[in-house]
């Protein structure tokens, strides 16, 4: 695979992870009102829903992982609901400076690594993308050394992505000085969230 295959492949993977969706912006409420450790592993759970599919399209199964409409549409609104509950527990919460806020525990960030690999493999579109992306700009067959080189490309584009979106909401995250702002910013990021997990289960 050379790149000039490799490049086209980049562009387009960046353009669909980089575009606005729900999952970038429970990646940046996640980040503001719990911080980069908490953003993170929602993030690190997308990634790995994106690299099952990838690995379901090479071996010719993304057809097939397209038509089990129920199981996926069990786990788009299973992820859906965690987003939408833990919106409300945000907007619920009583401030806290994020100074002396303590860190997330290990069983809450596993929930929300969990979280971000149902809402992926529950993605209608998901499927559909690596079917019109692979044989278009790829090619129709890939070995495993094919799978290897597209899965590094994978990880570079969403280390950028989902970095960017840590990185600028870790700072917005340190203007917040007073509990009174916490609370305006949680509120903000726990609609943000409800509000991702709505549009989660109103995709198609």
């Known amino acids: 695979m050379d790149i000039t295959t490799l490049l086209p492949f980049a562009a387009a993977f960046f353009v669909f992870a980089a575009s606005p969706g729900p999952d970038n912006m429970t990646i940046v409420a996640r980040t503001i009102s719990g911080g980069a450790a908490s953003g993170i592993p929602y993030g690190a759970g997308t990634l790995v ?15 097939v992982a397209a038509k089990m409409a129920v199981v996926m549409t069990a786990l788009r609104y299973g992820g859906a609901a965690y987003l939408i509950w833990m919106g ?8 806290v400076v994020p100074a002396s806020q303590p860190v997330s525990n290990r069983r809450g960030l596993l929930a929300t690594f969990a979280t971000g690999i149902a809402l992926n493999l529950g993605n209608p ?9 692979l044989p278009n700009v790829v090619g129709a067959s890939l070995n495993t050394s094919d799978l290897g080189v ?53 995709t198609r």
Do not use: D, Q
């Open 49 to 63: 829903g994106i690299l099952i599919f990838l690995v379901l399209a090479t071996l010719g199964l993304s057809i």
């Open 88 to 95: 409300i527990r945000l907007w619920t919460a009583i401030p």
């Open 125 to 133: 579109k998901m499927p559909l993308f690596y079917v019109a992306l």
């Open 150 to 202: 597209l899965a590094a490309v994978i990880l570079i584009v969403e280390a950028v992505v989902i970095g960017g979106h840590v990185l600028l909401a870790g700072r917005a995250r340190g203007l917040l000085r007073t509990p009174a702002i916490v609370r305006r910013v949680n509120r903000a990021a726990g609609g943000v969230m409800i509000g991702a997990g709505v549009a989660v289960v109103a």
